[in-house]
């Protein structure tokens, strides 16, 4: 099936934000973040910002927001801190700035991440949502994770996510 009519108003070039929280990765080290950069200009996207953060939950959220508040940003993708480590500390610190939940999104996902690895896909605390009129996604940090994530849900839906939000 065809998409709707109102596809046709997608944003075609989202300007995108790509954070990686880690405490241990590096510009050299980090291949998931490396990876969601490749794929968001692969698909015509535009990386306006990239960086590393410690899984510090004042420091992620300080600089989500910072992010947020910036017009020159359609998405924030961040990957990392979503499991359940003492560490992971990423969901807690930012799923409370969504003033709109996708939960499709972490419903989807660890659906199609079982197919991969089976019953730990549960363990993922993936999520998407709307915060201060930008898209927010949270995905895991490995690159296997990312690329799932990327290519079979984000890619597909972020210029609709995006044109949606804007109204």
Same mark, same amino acid.
């Given at each position: 099936?065809?998409?709707?009519?109102?596809? +046709?108003?997608?944003? $075609?070039? /989202? @300007? +995108? &934000?790509?954070?990686?929280?880690? #405490?241990?990765?590096?510009? *050299?080290? *980090?291949?998931?973040?490396?990876?969601?950069?490749?794929?968001?200009?692969?698909?015509?996207?535009?990386? /306006?910002?990239?960086?590393?953060?410690? #899984?510090?939950?004042?420091?992620?959220?300080?600089? &989500?927001?910072?992010?947020?508040?910036?017009?020159?940003? *359609?998405?924030?993708?961040?990957?990392?801190?979503?499991?359940?480590?003492?560490? *992971?500390?990423?969901?807690?610190?930012?799923?409370?700035? %969504?003033?709109? !939940?996708?939960?499709?999104?972490?419903?989807?996902? @660890?659906?199609?991440? %079982? $197919?991969?690895?089976?019953?730990?896909?549960?363990?993922? !605390?993936?999520?998407?949502?709307?915060?201060?009129?930008?898209?927010? /996604?949270?995905?895991?940090?490995?690159?296997?994770? &990312?690329?799932?994530?990327?290519? !079979?849900?984000?890619?597909? $839906?972020?210029?609709?996510?995006?044109?949606?939000?804007?109204?």
């Amino acid at each position: 099936m065809a998409h709707a009519p109102h596809h +046709c108003k997608d944003a $075609q070039r /989202v @300007r +995108c &934000v790509a954070i990686t929280v880690s #405490d241990t990765r590096t510009a *050299d080290t *980090d291949t998931s973040g490396a990876r969601l950069r490749a794929l968001l200009e692969e698909a015509g996207h535009a990386v /306006v910002a990239t960086g590393i953060v410690p #899984d510090e939950p004042a420091r992620i959220r300080a600089r &989500v927001k910072e992010h947020l508040s910036d017009p020159g940003t *359609d998405a924030i993708i961040t990957t990392g801190g979503t499991g359940l480590a003492p560490r *992971d500390t990423t969901y807690e610190a930012l799923t409370s700035l %969504f003033e709109k !939940r996708i939960d499709g999104f972490g419903e989807l996902f @660890r659906m199609l991440s %079982f $197919q991969d690895i089976g019953a730990a896909a549960m363990l993922s !605390r993936a999520a998407a949502g709307v915060a201060h009129g930008k898209v927010l /996604v949270l995905l895991p940090g490995s690159t296997a994770a &990312v690329e799932l994530a990327m290519t !079979r849900l984000v890619l597909p $839906q972020l210029g609709h996510m995006v044109a949606l939000v804007r109204g």
